[in-house]
């Protein structure tokens, strides 16, 4: 019996995967795997910064197991990781990415690019390396050329037309291209995105191998994507790509629901027909591939001459069968997806590593935290700097400087705590704390509020406005949420923001006390007592307005306990508000 492929590997025949910085951090460990009996190290990030296509291939069941099948739950330097993956199919991703990883470092020593990107930019597929990973997996079924075959036969056909399928290295021969014949809309669509993006007509797989022990053909390509603007290339006996037919089993069918690869291909090569006036347009459609593979199945059929006189098979009048021709029923699952190389923060690598998945963090959330800073901004100097106070009584309270005191110490210890235990605390956690903290500053501004309301018996003075606005924008945070979770395809994944969505339910549910405060409970009687509410187009009505407003409220200290205060209305000066409104 032959030896254990893995005891044959000696330590000093370990591959390494890429250069790993010798500032690494402590998180970033190294792994050691065995891929069916070679050794290769590679560091956690470099590893997680594989496209998730490829990491499905070599960790299916999202574990590492070890050379018994046994599930790895606390990961040391020791432990060597078995994979069943080809490895020679494994070096070759690692030296296309290395291949990436090197210009990247020469473009950023050029400074040829920026530094900060959104993550819809296009631009970041001209500044960033850009592969395109195209993935086929193969599964045939094979018709017993004659009646009769036992089962070690039937292994060794199968073999044989394994064999023969690897051999067509051609890409596009799957979608069943040939010069002269027509595809159906959706493999036009498909064929021409590639070939506009990087890929050649008659490219071949720059990987190709028959899984063992199974009737599976496994088929890589990591092709760099083309950055500059150019036409679907056409070769000779094939021109400008022009919509072909598939092959006998896909023109034969009706056509059927559209896979999202199709679909997406559809857009892209639309796009691009238009006379390609943007640059780049279709390199930019495949941003949509980017983290997020799609994929695309389909079925035929095929037949093959194979040799099978070892087998000493005979026909049905007894006479040896030399060739013969078999046929096969064919699966074809194509995976495309994109990676961008060096588009990779530490906080999006924290969020993947605990949900599984990247946040679809869009630019609005940037810019809405960005408009409530700055308008806080603008009412703290209004108070501070420009005087506009309704009384001196309007002071921070001790218990809110305790809470600002409390933030801004727990943020900095907790800060230096993830700095110097990185790896059991990350800094996603302290973002959530900070958001949980952003919750119950937000309930100890809606529930006095809602006190107050309720001790006036009055809503009066109070713009009811900026309370719709408030629900209307957690309605929309709320709404994101789905919408994100629907891309995703897990619904569960709105509860992985949960700073937000828990944010969301709360204005929500205080903007609707409001409501009925103001709608309900207390309309009919200020309008007994002040009248419908009127708009204003003057200065003096504005100033008239704001006096009844000072002297309803001269009182409203009066029933807490701190009677020395002394509540005095600062005078306004009617030229001095002239000068300051429009």
Not at 406 to 419: D, E, K, N, P, Q
Not at 475 to 486: G, K, N
Request: with cysteine.
């Amino acid at each position: 019996m032959a030896h254990n492929l893995i005891t044959q590997v000696q330590q000093h025949e370990e591959t390494p995967v890429s250069q790993v910085p010798t500032d690494i951090d402590d998180y970033n460990t190294e792994i050691k795997m065995n891929l069916r009996g070679q050794l290769f190290s590679i560091t956690k990030d470099d590893l997680m910064a594989l496209p998730e296509s490829i990491l499905l291939c070599l960790f299916p069941n999202g574990v590492f197991v070890d050379m018994n099948g046994n599930i790895i739950t606390n990961l040391t330097e020791d432990d060597i990781v078995f994979v069943n993956f080809s490895p020679d199919c494994f070096q070759y991703i690692c030296q296309v990415f290395d291949t990436a990883v090197h210009d990247l470092q020469l473009s950023e020593q050029a400074g040829q690019h920026q530094q900060i990107y959104d993550i819809n930019d296009p631009n970041i597929l001209n500044d960033k390396p850009s592969i395109i990973v195209l993935r086929e997996d193969l599964d045939y079924y094979c018709i017993p050329p004659v009646a009769g075959l036992d089962a070690d036969a039937m292994k060794k056909i199968k073999l044989f037309v394994g064999e023969e399928l690897v051999k067509n290295t051609k890409i596009f021969d799957g979608l069943g291209y040939e010069p002269g014949r027509q595809l159906k809309p959706a493999e036009q669509h498909l064929l021409d995105m590639l070939c506009s993006s990087g890929f050649k007509i008659d490219g071949e797989w720059g990987h190709r191998s028959l899984e063992p022990g199974k009737t599976v053909v496994f088929s890589l390509a990591l092709v760099r994507l083309a950055t500059e603007s150019s036409e679907a290339p056409s070769v000779e006996g094939s021109p400008s790509l022009k919509p072909m037919s598939s092959v006998s089993s896909l023109s034969s069918q009706p056509e059927k629901r559209k896979s999202r690869l199709s679909t997406l291909a559809h857009a892209v090569s639309r796009s691009g027909s238009r006379g390609r006036k943007e640059k780049n347009s279709t390199a930019t459609k495949l941003l949509l591939f980017w983290r997020k593979p799609a994929r695309k199945c389909w079925w035929s059929d095929s037949v093959l001459d194979i040799d099978i006189s070892s087998l000493r098979i005979k026909n049905a009048n007894g006479q040896p069968l030399s060739h013969s021709t078999i046929k096969i029923h064919i699966r074809r699952v194509w995976t495309l997806e994109l990676s961008v190389v060096g588009i990779h923060t530490k906080i999006q690598y924290e969020f993947y590593l605990r949900h599984d998945k990247y946040p679809l963090i869009k630019s609005n959330d940037f810019f809405f935290g960005i408009h409530g800073l700055l308008l806080n901004l603008l009412l703290i100097s209004q108070a501070y700097f420009w005087r506009f106070k309704k009384n001196d009584n309007q002071v921070i309270s001790r218990i809110c400087k305790l809470v600002y005191a409390t933030l801004v110490l727990f943020s900095a210890g907790y800060g230096l705590i993830i700095h110097f235990t990185y790896g059991k605390r990350y800094w996603i956690d302290l973002l959530t704390s900070l958001g949980m903290a952003k919750i119950f500053m937000s309930v100890c501004k809606n529930i006095p509020q809602a006190i107050y309301n309720y001790n006036r018996k009055s809503t009066h003075g109070w713009p009811i406005q900026m309370v719709w606005l408030d629900f209307a924008g957690a309605v929309f945070s709320f709404s994101q949420l789905f919408l994100d979770a629907y891309v995703a395809g897990d619904i569960r994944s709105i509860f992985n923001n949960l700073p937000k969505f828990l944010l969301s339910i709360e204005v929500a549910l205080a903007d609707l006390v409001f409501f009925t405060q103001h709608y309900f409970l207390y309309y009919q009687t200020d309008n007994e007592r002040f009248g419908l509410s009127k708009s204003f187009h003057s200065y003096s009505a504005i100033l008239e307005e704001d006096q009844n407003f000072l002297r309803e409220h001269q009182h409203d200290h009066d029933h807490e306990p701190f009677h020395n205060i002394r509540c005095t209305v600062s005078p306004i000066d009617k030229d001095e508000l002239q000068r300051l409104l429009p």
